[in-house]
């Protein structure tokens, strides 16, 4: 039997996920690139909040390219603002226009 299974759900650490994406806030119009940052604590439920956060900003669809567990804290802003924030169970969404 394995003691310490290598997984994810092991991290010591504080499980922030970031997740990169487009966002639509009209049927058909344009898309904005946007980061969402979380504190979650897997992957699936990653997904569900930022989904959920983006809908309560007004989104109607997203795209979601990839997603990621930060295993550093940004130092470069907004980046640096958006991974406090999820520290501290908020969602952050950094929108690129």
Do not use: W
């Amino acid at each position: 039997m394995i003691a310490n299974p290598d997984n994810d759900n092991n991290y010591d650490g504080p499980m922030v996920f970031i997740i990169i994406g487009k966002g639509y806030e009209t049927d058909g119009g344009e898309g904005v690139e946007l980061h969402v940052m979380l504190r979650a604590p897997d992957d699936d439920a990653a997904v569900r909040e930022a989904l959920n956060a983006l809908s309560e900003e007004g989104f109607i669809e997203a795209d979601l390219d990839q997603i990621g567990m930060l295993t550093e804290v940004p130092s470069d802003e907004p980046h640096a603002s958006a991974y406090k924030g999820a520290l501290e169970g908020e969602v952050a969404i950094i929108r690129f226009r």
